[in-house]
């Protein structure tokens, strides 16, 4: 038996990285096949335990405890799912730190759709996350200052970027290297190029990863660890265009806000849906400026959409 390290998915294949034997290439035994027709049992960045059968080639045995799993929900299609409309997807597990990554400009920057991507951070309970904000070079940075205000309130590190004029480019380096981390957020605001910026061919590598993952991205997943010069892997998701939170139940929302968290102890009911309410402290934060209204406000869309799934499921 060996202990292995998931660098890679595609297809129901996980390449394992070994310290004794290097990459070998494996399948989920059968209990943990059948396992897996409901949920990810194995996902780039697991601790798995193997069995080598041939040079080059074995099988997973156990897969250990996760510290955490960044995921998403997807629709489920054939035998995925257990009959569920929807399934979780493992983006990464165990990853150490997380950065989403989205554009000052072109396209511009999207607040609740960056509210969506920190809402499946904690969730997942990753330690460190980080906003990245690229292509500051197109944009007014009093402007993209006070948009970010709220979220440096409240104590998310953020890092602005710009790939064509290089800058903050060795700061991101700095954090990536030695270190297990997620780099993803949606389309077209150039993870590619801050990658390729990064190290050579980067974000090439994970490109190619990316475009397989676009064939059947709701039944199969094609996912790597690339690993870089100094130490340490990234993670890359294909731009994500609607995510879609998973294993949030309404009532529990407000909990991955973090300024909204921090109020809900002091409304008068304990089910406040900080609506209208009477006493909800959360309202009140609003009204003072201790919690700002856009956060607020995509709180409320988000929840109103996670109401609206559960009474259909």
């Known amino acids: 038996m060996l202990n292995g390290l998931v660098v890679k998915e595609q297809s129901g294949f996980f390449w394992v990285e070994t310290a004794e034997d290097g990459i070998i290439v494996c399948r989920l035994r059968g209990r943990l096949l059948e396992e897996a027709h409901a949920a990810d049992i194995a996902a780039i960045g697991d601790q798995?335990?193997?069995?080598?059968?041939?040079?080059?080639?074995?099988?997973?045995?156990?897969?250990a405890e996760r510290r955490n799993a960044v995921s998403r929900a997807?629709?489920?299609?054939?035998f995925r799912g257990a009959g569920s409309p929807e399934r979780e997807q493992v983006i990464i597990a165990n990853a150490e730190q997380a950065f989403f990554v989205f554009a000052a400009a072109s396209p511009a920057l999207a607040t609740r759709s960056l509210d969506r991507f920190l809402v499946m951070g904690e969730k997942a309970?990753?330690?460190r996350i980080t906003l990245?904000?690229?292509k500051i070079d197109l944009a007014d940075m009093d402007t993209i200052d006070g948009q970010l205000a709220p979220y440096r309130a409240i104590g998310y590190e953020t890092i602005t970027t710009s790939a064509l004029k290089n800058i903050g480019i060795d700061h991101l380096r700095d954090r990536l290297t030695g270190h297990i981390s997620v780099f993803t957020g949606p389309s077209g605001v150039g993870k590619t190029s801050l990658l390729n910026c990064i190290q050579s061919d980067l974000?090439?590598?994970?490109?190619?990863?990316?475009?397989?993952?676009q064939e059947g991205?709701?039944?199969t997943r094609d996912?790597?660890?690339?690993?870089?010069?100094g130490g340490g892997y990234v993670a890359d998701t294909p731009g994500i265009r609607t995510l879609t939170v998973w294993d949030v139940e309404p009532e529990e929302l407000d909990g991955y806000f973090r300024e909204i968290a921090a109020c809900v102890g002091d409304c008068r009911f304990r089910d406040c849906a900080h609506r209208a309410e009477p006493g909800c402290a959360v309202r009140a934060a609003v009204d003072r400026g201790s919690i700002a209204v856009r956060r607020y406000k995509s709180y409320l869309l988000l929840r109103a959409e996670l109401e609206e799934a559960y009474a259909l499921s």
């Open 48 to 63: 798995v335990t193997i069995m080598v059968s041939a040079p080059g080639v074995g099988s997973i045995e156990a897969v």
């Open 125 to 127: 309970d990753i330690a």
């Open 203 to 213: 974000g090439r590598s994970v490109k190619a990863v990316s475009l397989r993952n």
């Open 223 to 229: 996912s790597e660890l690339i690993k870089l010069v």
């Open 74 to 78: 997807v629709r489920t299609e054939g």
């Open 217 to 219: 991205m709701h039944t």
């Open 132 to 134: 990245v904000i690229n």
